[in-house]
């Protein structure tokens, strides 16, 4: 059994989903963040994210001691055989990603190493990125007149924000990129609970592991926008894309998932992820045409949504629109590149007043929006919403508001127009109560 303690450095949505799960497969670890606040709600039982399931997880494992939160990092790593690097890789304003953080954690390790330690790089890095932190690390060593070993490992992550905690217990695929063969045993020892419970395992390079992340994210992204455009034809010939998707996905060579017409993808993953390997593409004298349609084609999808309520609605000059839900996605408090963000300027623009209402979003959507926040009134609940708006815009599909009052919402809004934007209601259902309803990727009336 491995018995070294685990660090995790950077403790947000995946550093901290990966060292309380880690915890709980039987591993002692350390969270590390520089963010102070972050580290005493944790240390007091909270959770400063949003995440389903979570705080059981932690709560079981706080207890227990097998998890202990700290803005140490020095002495983090002095205590842990395995570091892992969980921190941001935001994208810079060239679409490439900034590698800031991770090789200041990097220099931190070459500065606190005192033995053997693997090095785990967990965040979404560009391929060669492992090669440059372990150059960072040996190159603080020498500085220090030093020569410890060590190894580093690409392990990328594939969870998804609002289905974390099982996606990082139950997943699809682990994948381990290295070289080293002692580092790939202490690897399968820190992931024991998965190794022994039949999860794939895939074994590389570091090159390949950091490809494979890119490569899977840039396809669901591809995937989404693919089926978005489709839903613009659809709309013109009379074509129903829930009953399309439906059947492609039938295709065992397809698959059912990431087909869903709507208004386009966000999200702290999919916009920086394709963006960022256009650009390693580009300076490798490639150019990744599909990835870039895809890109395009998502950006047009939001504005499309825009194109298609001023459509509707004629000119927005006085009128308010109620906004359903503002997080890229339900079950999360994350509106990191939200279509929302563009869509709800967008409206504005064009002389729109907004009521908007997330069960999880409103406070980070305040300051992300705070540029229109004259414009915007937050409300309590979705029925609050809809009282003096003129139409109805459903833009994340939280499961509260797949089981709306119809009638009430008819009664409530002045224009009876109700736009699903995640194709959650059936039209029949909306427009026996009177509401027009107007979906993603289904023939519009006239
Ligand atoms: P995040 O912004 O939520 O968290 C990053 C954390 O790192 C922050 O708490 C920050 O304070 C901390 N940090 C920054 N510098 C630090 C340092 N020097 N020492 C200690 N802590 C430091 O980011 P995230 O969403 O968890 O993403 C992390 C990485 O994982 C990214 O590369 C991302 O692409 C990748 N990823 C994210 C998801 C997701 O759904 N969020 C899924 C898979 C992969």
């Known amino acids: 059994m491995y018995e070294n303690k685990i660090s995790v450095i950077g403790t947000g949505y995946v550093g901290l989903v ?53 803005t140490d990092v020095k002495e983090a790593i002095e205590n842990s055989g395995v570091v892992f690097i969980a921190v941001g890789t935001p994208p810079k304003d060239d679409g490439s990603a900034d590698l800031q953080y991770v090789l200041s954690v990097a220099r931190d390790i070459g500065k606190y190493m005192n033995g053997y330690k693997v090095i785990v790089d967990k965040s979404t890095v560009p391929i060669g990125t492992g090669r440059k932190v372990a150059a960072v690390i040996q190159e603080e060593l020498d500085k220090r007149g030093v020569d410890y070993k060590f190894d580093v490992v690409s392990n990328p992550e594939f ?5 974390a905690v099982y996606d990082f217990t139950h997943p699809d695929r682990v994948v381990i990129g290295t070289e080293s063969e002692k580092a790939r045993d202490i690897l399968k020892e820190v992931y024991r609970a998965l190794y022994l419970n039949d999860t794939p395992f895939v074994f590389t390079n570091l090159e390949t592991a950091e490809m494979i992340k890119y490569a899977s994210n840039a396809f669901l992204a591809t995937k989404i926008s693919f089926i978005n455009e489709i839903s613009v034809l659809c709309e013109k010939v009379n074509a129903d894309v829930q009953v399309v998707a439906k059947a492609m996905g039938m295709d065992g060579r397809i698959g059912d998932k990431f087909l869903h017409a709507g208004p386009g993808y ?21 150019d990744l045409k599909v990835i870039k349609a895809g890109i395009e084609a998502n950006e047009n999808q939001k ?56 069960p999880e979003g409103i406070k980070e959507a305040t300051w992300r929006l705070k540029d229109y926040e004259k414009d915007i009134i937050y409300c309590d609940n979705e029925y609050e919403v809809m009282k003096g708006s003129n139409a109805l815009v459903l833009l994340t599909e939280w499961n509260q508001f797949r089981r709306l009052d119809l009638k009430r919402v008819k009664e409530l809004l002045a224009d009876p127009v109700f736009f699903d934007l995640r194709n959650v209601y059936e039209v029949e259902e909306v427009e026996k109560v009177g509401l027009e309803y107007i979906g993603v990727g289904t023939a519009q009336k006239a």
């Open 159 to 163: 969870l998804r924000e609002g289905k």
């Open 18 to 70: 990966s060292g309380v799960c880690l915890a709980d497969f039987g591993n002692t670890v350390i969270n590390v963040d520089i963010d102070e606040e972050k580290i005493n709600k944790l240390n007091n039982g909270e959770v400063p994210i949003y995440e389903p399931g979570l705080s059981e997880y932690l709560q079981r494992n706080f207890e227990s001691g097998r998890i202990s939160f700290t």
């Open 303 to 358: 504005l499309y949504m825009v194109e298609k309520i001023v459509n509707k609605l004629g000119d927005l000059k006085g009128k308010t629109l109620g906004i359903l839900g503002l997080s890229f996605k339900p079950e999360t408090d994350d509106m990191r590149e939200a279509p929302a963000l563009t869509i709800i300027p967008e409206l504005i623009k064009r002389g729109a007043r907004i009521r908007a209402f997330d």
């Open 266 to 286: 966000g999200g702290s993953c999919f916009p920086k992820d394709t963006r960022a390997i256009v650009r390693i593409a580009a300076e490798n004298g490639v």
